[in-house]
């Protein structure tokens, strides 16, 4: 059974750093690679951060530069350390998962099928 739990969220205040962490379990499936959206209230999910297995990194340009993607691929767990955080950040974030029944199915780019419940990020001024 697959399940993603993320941690880590909270209320910052503007300028400071939060991390977050997502766990999963993957039952038999092999992972492809994780990622990390957002959805601020009012508007749509957007991804904002992806890592390969292999460890290639993607992010979004408003995160680039604050953000960082880091991975334990023996504990199964994807992080996003979040610095310089501001008004604009605060949304809940969602750990995702790309994963498939062989390694071999994998593609460059993810295709995320798995995504967790979400953790909710406060910034205030």
């Known amino acids: 059974q697959v399940k993603l739990v993320e941690t880590g969220g909270g209320s910052v205040q503007a300028g400071k750093s939060l991390k977050l962490s997502c766990a999963a379990s993957?039952?038999?499936?092999?992972?492809?690679?994780m990622g990390w959206y957002r959805q601020a209230p009012g508007k749509e999910r957007e991804i904002i951060s992806s890592i390969s297995f292999e460890g290639t990194e993607w992010y979004t340009d408003s995160v680039k530069g604050r953000f960082t993607i880091s991975q334990d691929t023996f504990k199964n767990e994807v992080y996003l350390q979040m610095n310089s955080l501001n008004i604009e950040d605060a949304a809940v974030y969602f750990c995702?998962?790309?994963?498939?029944?062989?390694?071999?199915?994998?593609?460059?780019?993810?295709?995320?099928?798995?995504w967790g419940q979400g953790t909710q990020v406060t910034v205030f001024s």
């Open positions: 993957m039952g038999k499936l092999e992972r492809c690679g």
């Open positions: 995702a998962a790309d994963l498939r029944a062989y390694w071999y199915l994998c593609d460059r780019d993810p295709a995320f099928n798995y």
